[in-house]
């Protein structure tokens, strides 16, 4: 049994990336799959129109759009003191979806408009503030929709000419004309144009009740279904090392030892004289730099995540390959720099410099530099590294600032940790410790043979 618990020791790392891969995947296919297709927002309304199933065309809403831009010219024009307090051409400020997607996706039955979330995606359902406000989104537009704010109004106004008009002179009133012997020879004519304008564009057929408000229907916690996914990657997993070790498939592996250039712990003196001296060699510095270079560029490659503001770059696989070969204290100052220099070029968003932001890259270069300088690259350290900065780092510390910087109070700091930057942290974790992997295994035998490594760090890049 002891022998057992063993071999279970030595997958860990494979165990916790199955974990982490099984409960990223159930989050995605919750999230992302099933809740944007099967779950719903529903409002409660009165119906008294038996063709209600017009209310729901792109056709009958444009011409109502257009009912109102007309209306709304005139006002502008005539200088009309009475305008839209409510109209349908303010109901798509509240959402950047098309007239396809609220179309094809809402509907009428059994006494509730219905629309799929995914048109205004939800990414939090609590009692009190949402993050992402997709309920009151819709709520906001289906009263936009169904109470336009023009009804019955009827007004009279001269009629400006038109430029084409007075330029033909056909519309220039004339003024009588008289002969020598004062006789009338023209008489005088004035044009009085008179327009009456009757708009009724409310939508009479259904009305919302009093009081009711939107809410999500069929929608299922991500973080539910993720944990039950962990259980079964879980599960099987442990299957699959209980056969190999009854099996007698697992043989011991050996280790590269502690020497006098590889260390298989940070806790040595001279590991610490190593990486105190990256900054005394002109070529080292110049190396740094180009690297250095690369990462900064890294920084405008900015993809989205699907998480609100947060992305995602490649600046990280840099800043390990320099935290390999220089060390951590020389990551603490590229991170320091990376951030402050960011900053000034623009690629860090549009918002002030702050401080936490600095230290969290100082973080991460100490973190990959402990993981990687010096000592045997696995992808249990490229995991534990990736780990570190994604939950530690990027969702708690991240949290912390984005909460102070939006003056977040308490709920909704936990509202955005739990449903934005956890899971965003979550799901890209092993994506991106299996790319940082495979460059750095790629680039290890590179660069001993250039001699910024020990060869023998070339050569033992492993799994475990």
Request: hydrophobic share 45%; aromatic share 18%; charged share 20%.
């Given at each position: 049994?002891?022998?057992?618990?063993?071999?279970?020791?030595?997958?860990?790392?494979?165990?916790l990336?199955?974990?982490?891969?099984?409960?990223?995947?159930?989050?995605?296919l919750?999230?992302?799959?099933?809740n944007p297709?099967?779950?719903?927002?529903?409002?409660?309304v009165?119906?008294?129109?038996?063709?209600?199933?017009k209310y729901?065309?792109?056709?009958?809403?444009?011409?109502q759009?257009s009912?109102?831009?007309?209306?709304?010219?005139?006002?502008?024009e005539?200088n009309?003191?009475e305008?839209i307090?409510k109209?349908?051409?303010?109901?798509?400020t509240?959402?950047?979806?098309t007239?396809?997607?609220i179309f094809?996706?809402?509907?009428?039955k059994?006494?509730?408009?219905?629309?799929?979330?995914k048109v205004?995606?939800t990414?939090?359902?609590?009692s009190?503030?949402?993050i992402?406000?997709?309920?009151?989104?819709?709520?906001k537009?289906?009263?936009?929709?169904?109470?336009?704010?023009?009804?019955n109004?009827t007004?009279?106004q001269?009629?400006?000419?038109?430029?084409e008009?007075?330029?033909?002179g056909?519309?220039?009133?004339?003024?009588?004309?008289?002969?020598e012997?004062?006789?009338?020879?023209?008489?005088e004519?004035?044009?009085?144009?008179?327009?009456?304008?009757?708009?009724?564009?409310?939508?009479?057929?259904?009305?919302?009740?009093?009081?009711n408000?939107?809410?999500?229907?069929?929608y299922?916690?991500?973080?539910?279904?993720?944990?039950?996914f962990?259980?079964?990657g879980?599960?099987?997993i442990?299957?699959?090392?209980?056969?190999?070790f009854l099996?007698?498939?697992?043989n011991?592996?050996?280790?590269?030892h502690?020497?006098?250039?590889?260390?298989?712990?940070p806790?040595h003196?001279?590991?610490?004289?190593?990486?105190?001296?990256p900054?005394?060699?002109?070529?080292?510095?110049?190396?740094?730099?180009?690297?250095f270079?690369?990462?900064?560029?890294c920084?405008?490659l900015h993809?989205?995540?699907g998480?609100?503001?947060?992305?995602?770059?490649?600046t990280?696989?840099?800043?390990?390959?320099?935290?390999?070969i220089?060390g951590?204290?020389?990551g603490?100052i590229?991170?320091?720099?990376?951030?402050?220099?960011?900053?000034?070029l623009?690629?860090?968003?549009?918002?002030?410099?702050?401080?936490?932001?600095?230290?969290?890259?100082?973080?991460?270069?100490?973190?990959?530099?402990?993981?990687f300088?010096?000592?045997?690259?696995?992808?249990s350290?490229c995991?534990?590294?990736?780990?570190?900065?994604?939950i530690?780092?990027?969702?708690i510390?991240?949290t912390?600032?984005?909460?102070?910087m939006?003056?977040?109070n308490?709920?909704?700091?936990?509202q955005?940790?739990t449903?934005?930057?956890?899971?965003?942290?979550?799901?890209?974790?092993v994506?991106?410790?299996l790319?940082?992997?495979l460059?750095?295994?790629g680039v290890?035998k590179v660069?001993?043979?250039?001699?910024y490594?020990?060869?023998?760090?070339?050569e033992?890049?492993?799994?475990?």
């Amino acid at each position: 049994m002891k022998e057992f618990f063993k071999s279970i020791f030595r997958f860990k790392v494979l165990i916790l990336v199955v974990l982490m891969f099984s409960f990223a995947l159930g989050y995605f296919l919750t999230q992302f799959i099933y809740n944007p297709n099967f779950s719903y927002y529903r409002i409660d309304v009165d119906v008294t129109d038996t063709e209600y199933e017009k209310y729901f065309s792109k056709d009958y809403y444009k011409t109502q759009e257009s009912n109102i831009k007309s209306y709304n010219k005139y006002v502008t024009e005539y200088n009309n003191k009475e305008g839209i307090s409510k109209s349908m051409s303010k109901i798509f400020t509240t959402t950047n979806a098309t007239y396809d997607q609220i179309f094809n996706d809402m509907y009428y039955k059994d006494g509730s408009i219905w629309l799929k979330n995914k048109v205004f995606t939800t990414t939090a359902v609590t009692s009190s503030k949402s993050i992402s406000e997709g309920v009151t989104k819709f709520n906001k537009f289906v009263k936009a929709y169904f109470d336009s704010g023009v009804k019955n109004y009827t007004f009279t106004q001269d009629m400006l000419y038109t430029e084409e008009e007075i330029a033909s002179g056909k519309r220039v009133d004339e003024e009588a004309e008289y002969d020598e012997n004062g006789e009338l020879v023209k008489e005088e004519i004035n044009h009085a144009l008179y327009a009456e304008k009757t708009f009724n564009i409310e939508i009479e057929g259904i009305n919302i009740k009093s009081g009711n408000v939107a809410y999500l229907y069929n929608y299922q916690n991500p973080y539910a279904i993720s944990s039950l996914f962990a259980l079964g990657g879980l599960v099987i997993i442990l299957v699959i090392v209980t056969f190999l070790f009854l099996k007698g498939k697992l043989n011991d592996y050996k280790e590269i030892h502690d020497n006098e250039e590889i260390f298989k712990t940070p806790f040595h003196k001279k590991y610490w004289t190593y990486a105190s001296k990256p900054f005394e060699k002109v070529s080292n510095i110049a190396m740094m730099a180009i690297l250095f270079a690369m990462m900064v560029v890294c920084k405008f490659l900015h993809l989205p995540s699907g998480f609100g503001a947060l992305g995602l770059s490649l600046t990280y696989i840099f800043f390990s390959i320099i935290a390999l070969i220089y060390g951590p204290l020389a990551g603490i100052i590229i991170g320091a720099l990376s951030d402050t220099i960011g900053f000034f070029l623009g690629v860090n968003g549009s918002g002030p410099w702050f401080f936490g932001y600095t230290l969290d890259a100082m973080m991460a270069g100490f973190t990959y530099g402990i993981c990687f300088y010096r000592t045997k690259v696995t992808f249990s350290k490229c995991f534990y590294a990736r780990l570190f900065v994604n939950i530690v780092i990027n969702a708690i510390f991240g949290t912390i600032w984005w909460s102070m910087m939006n003056q977040f109070n308490y709920d909704q700091a936990i509202q955005y940790f739990t449903w934005i930057s956890l899971p965003k942290n979550l799901l890209y974790l092993v994506p991106q410790t299996l790319v940082l992997y495979l460059v750095l295994k790629g680039v290890v035998k590179v660069l001993a043979r250039f001699n910024y490594i020990d060869e023998r760090i070339g050569e033992a890049t492993g799994i475990i």
